[in-house]
């Protein structure tokens, strides 16, 4: 039900922008969140908005490069990464919440999950 694109590769200090998009049901008024996985590491909480738009908390290690935003016509939530570091490389998530509060950072909070994308950072 919902579904990433925008992965791939990239050098160091390049951008991507990354879609997730829902089908089958509207998530209007779901929490979206992003999370990454690094090979051999676990899952990390990347960014979350608001149903509205509103409220948006970053992880330390992406804020002023990521952008995340949602466009609540088209069903869409995107993840603009700029200044991108090798660091930066994982497969990307997305996930919806049905809260509007609680621990966003945590996994469990969520109640629906994308397959992921793949984003590749070379030096």
């Known amino acids: 039900q919902l579904v990433e694109s925008g992965g791939g590769l990239v050098q160091a200090g390049g951008s991507l922008r990354l879609s997730c998009t829902a089908s089958?049901?509207?998530?209007?008024?779901?929490?979206m969140g992003w999370f990454r996985q690094a090979p051999g590491k676990e899952r990390k909480f990347v960014a979350v908005?608001?149903?509205?738009?509103?409220?948006?908390v970053y992880a330390d290690s992406v804020k002023g490069r990521f952008t995340i935003s949602r466009d609540g016509a088209e069903n869409t939530v995107y993840l603009q990464m700029n200044s991108l570091k090798p660091e930066d490389t994982a497969v990307y998530s997305c996930?919806?919440?049905?809260?509007?509060?609680?621990?966003?950072?945590?996994?469990?909070?969520?109640?629906?999950w994308g397959q992921g994308t793949l984003v590749t950072v070379s030096s």
């Open positions: 908005v608001g149903w509205s738009g509103d409220r948006i």
């Open positions: 089958g049901r509207t998530f209007s008024t779901y929490s």
């Open positions: 996930a919806a919440s049905r809260y509007s509060s609680g621990n966003y950072l945590y996994t469990g909070w969520y109640n629906y």
